[in-house]
């Protein structure tokens, strides 16, 4: 089960921290991935991480302003959101998936295996 925290309403530029907590057995052998879904449109990718950590991925728009990291001791992995952009505002999601490949870093909204119920992210001035 993951559980989504850390949403909330802030203004262009400013700075959010989502945390994804994982329960149950065996997080260091699940990749997760953090995405969102905007009113209206697809849900995206926007950053995912290995199951070691040691690999990352972002989608280009967030590279740079957004950092993925994870904490086994926790059981969690975050999301570090810095200016923050209109077009950034979605329901945030954290999802696993059962890892495919050591380092593997790649979380496609269709293989993932278990979804949090997501967190909203709002950027209004």
């Known amino acids: 089960q993951l559980v989504e925290s850390g949403g909330g309403l802030v203004q262009p530029g400013g700075s959010l921290r989502l945390s994804c907590a994982f329960s149950g057995s065996g997080f260091d052998y699940y990749t997760i991935g953090w995405f969102r879904q905007a009113p209206g449109k697809e849900r995206e990718t926007v950053s995912c991480?290995?199951?070691?950590?040691?690999?990352?991925w972002y989608k280009s728009s967030v590279q740079g302003r957004f950092t993925i990291s994870r904490d086994s001791a926790s059981n969690s992995v975050y999301l570090q959101m810095n200016n923050l952009q209109l077009e950034d505002t979605a329901v945030y999601y954290c999802?696993?998936?059962?890892?495919?490949?050591?380092?593997?870093?790649?979380?496609?909204?269709?293989?993932?295996?278990?979804w949090g119920r997501g967190t909203q992210v709002t950027v209004s001035a």
């Open positions: 999802a696993g998936e059962g890892v495919r490949a050591p380092d593997y870093a790649k979380c496609y909204v269709s293989d993932m295996d278990f």
């Open positions: 991480i290995s199951n070691s950590g040691g690999n990352t």
